[in-house]
């Protein structure tokens, strides 16, 4: 294996970190504050700072970069994106990488955010023409944004066949009813469109009584109860919800690939998505550390600089050492993705989602520890940083059930 970049993600990655490092990060204190200041007025909005930098990064070609190889014509050249072809998943890792240094703010320049991006290639792959035309043209126009109804309150959700929400399909529409929570997405001002799944036969076998549904938020019978704070951190213009269902009405032809596929649809989503919300959390890992060890060199406690102090070298060189083992563990998921697909990388990625979450949070916790008091505040990006890794320890599955994915695989080798 090969893991140095094509020269199309060479130029990519160089476009990208020199847009986030002189157009994103100088702005991005003040961008946070706006949509503070919005959320504590009572109003979920958008800064305007967002469409400036969106505009930019359009500008330059640096759009929807996530669009994968396959699937990306004609949308690549129509909306923008750099060179007019999508990326392997390879390529778009490193990519993913650097948006992650600005987590909280680069994807979203760059239309490469969850959920979107996962909602984009579930049209792009499993939408019909119309579909296409009416949400993922709009999407990766940047004119909406998405959100996912898969988890629920009233459930274990980490077993998503537990999903009792419903979607019956009644005469030519499907009748919808119940609750989601955690729904990324939905308190941006711009959220259009929810992939709803939901039940739709329980007499079927466990995967396949589920569908997926494409759910207007205005649809009658929507409501948004209330936005959801992560330890307190709301992640405003964009959030968390909990969203209720009560006898929506949407068209049969609203439908993704069929009733009973919506399994199918999820293991082709979040394959790819779990590579890149790992390659973001490791630019996150990496911008603790950098600011470690900075903070520990400039700071002087006891005669001696703080990374002198206790067993500081021996944290700051074990850091270096697992962000790098999991990068590597990364770009291998993504490799044996593209070669041969999500079967062919069942447990190469379900190791990397639980190791990389769990390498980032020690890395940026170390971190924090040497800023003290000041690490777990508003002035440094760390207690948020920190937050996010932990949150991922449990989206897209947590850990627990990717631990059970890896070790049914070892076993089998053996039966």
Request: with cysteine; hydrophobic share 45%.
């Given at each position: ?81 750099h060179g007019g072809a999508g990326l392997s998943n390879s ?73 009792a929400a419903t979607a019956i399909v009644d005469g030519d ?86 009733e009973g596929r919506a399994f199918e649809i999820a293991q ?148």
């Amino acid at each position: 294996m090969d893991f140095s970049l094509s020269p199309r993600a060479a130029e990519l990655a160089e476009l990208v970190s020199a847009f986030v490092t002189d157009e994103i990060e100088p702005v991005q204190d003040a961008y946070h504050r706006d949509v503070a200041e919005a959320r504590a007025a009572g109003t979920w909005a958008e800064s305007p700072i967002m469409g400036e930098l969106r505009a930019k990064a359009r500008a330059q070609g640096l759009w929807n970069l996530f669009l994968p190889v396959g699937h990306d014509q004609p949308y690549a050249e129509q909306f923008g994106t750099h060179g007019g072809a999508g990326l392997s998943n390879s390529d778009y890792a490193p990519l993913a990488e650097l948006m992650g240094r600005a987590t909280f703010l680069a994807p979203y320049v760059f239309n490469c955010n969850a959920p979107d991006t996962g909602n984009m290639e579930v049209l792009l792959k499993y939408g019909t023409e119309e579909q296409k035309k009416e949400w993922l043209e709009p999407l990766l126009d940047g004119q909406i944004r998405s959100a996912f109804g898969m988890t629920e309150p009233g459930v274990a959700s980490s077993d998503a066949t537990n999903m009792a929400a419903t979607a019956i399909v009644d005469g030519d529409e499907v009748l919808i009813n119940g609750t989601k929570w955690f729904s990324t997405g939905v308190g941006h001002p711009d959220c259009k469109i929810m992939i709803f799944m939901g039940l739709a036969d329980p007499d079927a076998d466990r995967h396949h009584r589920h569908t997926m549904v494409l759910v207007p938020l205005d649809s009658p019978g929507v409501t948004i109860d209330r936005m959801l704070s992560t330890n307190n951190v709301f992640d405003e213009p964009v959030g968390h919800g909990q969203v209720s269902f009560d006898n929506v009405r949407v068209p049969k032809a609203n439908i993704l690939l069929g009733e009973g596929r919506a399994f199918e649809i999820a293991q082709g989503r979040l394959g790819p998505g779990r590579i890149h919300h790992c390659m973001r959390l490791l630019g996150q890992a990496e911008v603790a550390l950098e600011l470690a060890i900075k903070r520990g060199m400039s700071r002087t406690a006891f005669g001696k600089p703080l990374i002198k102090l206790g067993g500081n070298p021996e944290r700051i060189a074990d850091a270096r050492i697992a962000i790098d083992q999991a990068r590597l563990l990364v770009l291998n998921a993504a490799w044996k993705l593209d070669v041969g697909g999500p079967m062919n990388a069942l447990s190469e990625v379900s190791q990397i989602k639980v190791i990389v979450p769990n390498v980032a949070q020690q890395v940026i916790d170390m971190a924090i520890q040497l800023h003290g008091g000041g690490g777990m505040s508003q002035d440094f990006p760390l207690s948020a940083m920190w937050t996010n890794a932990r949150a991922l320890r449990l989206a897209d599955g947590p850990d627990e059930v990717h631990r059970g994915v890896v070790a049914r695989i070892e076993i089998s080798k053996y039966l």
